[in-house]
């Protein structure tokens, strides 16, 4: 654990922006998923009880790169768009969500994101931390593995490892990490350049 004091004494990458403990680290890694069909896991005694109500992949829009605007080149409209698609798709809210698992690359990607998610209004970000709603005992547990801050972010098995992370949390395997009575759970990441992919 580091403390903000911690975060604050790191060296600047960003003056006046951001420190270098807001940014995850540099990581290598891979992850790989086996899929069989249900028949396999049923005679195999697989635990089938986690389901994929809606997945959603979006990519660059022109707002993107003409608005001028810092948050939608981070990926703010992309994020929006796909959580939109996943919502209605499973007819599912983020007010029905109990556990996330956002892409958090830099700390302020995370502020951005609980708002493009709407697990918060627009502009509600700063309140959402700190009203405590967005950790045990608040709206929605986010990151509860650490997320890319604590783990780092190995490109192509991030997404994988957050599906993994919320297969356990829904599973109720996550050990001391375990969101109580975790039933719905939602899985983003994103890269710029551009895609983000949303999984309820």
Known sequence: EISAGQVMAS???????????????????????????????????????VRIAAQAMTTD??????????????????????????????GIGPEDLDVVELHDCF??????TYEALVL????????????GDNSYGGKVVTNPSGGLLSKGHPLGATGLAQCYELTHQLRGSADARQVEGARVALQHNL??????????
């Open 120 to 131: 918060c209004s627009e502009g509600g970000a700063q309140r959402f931390i700190a009203d």
């Open 11 to 49: 060296p600047e990458i960003w003056p006046g922006v951001m420190h270098r403990l807001m940014a995850c680290p540099p990581t290598c890694g891979a992850a790989a998923a086996v899929l069989v069909s249900e028949g396999f896991a049923a005679r195999h005694g697989l635990d089938t009880r």
């Open 61 to 90: 829009f022109e707002s993107t790169f003409a608005s001028h605007d810092m948050m939608r080149l981070v990926g703010y409209d992309m994020s929006a768009a796909a959580a939109g698609q996943v919502y209605e798709a499973a």
């Open 191 to 200: 890269g710029l350049g551009g895609a983000c992919i949303v999984t309820l």
């Open 107 to 112: 700390a302020q990607n995370e502020l951005i």
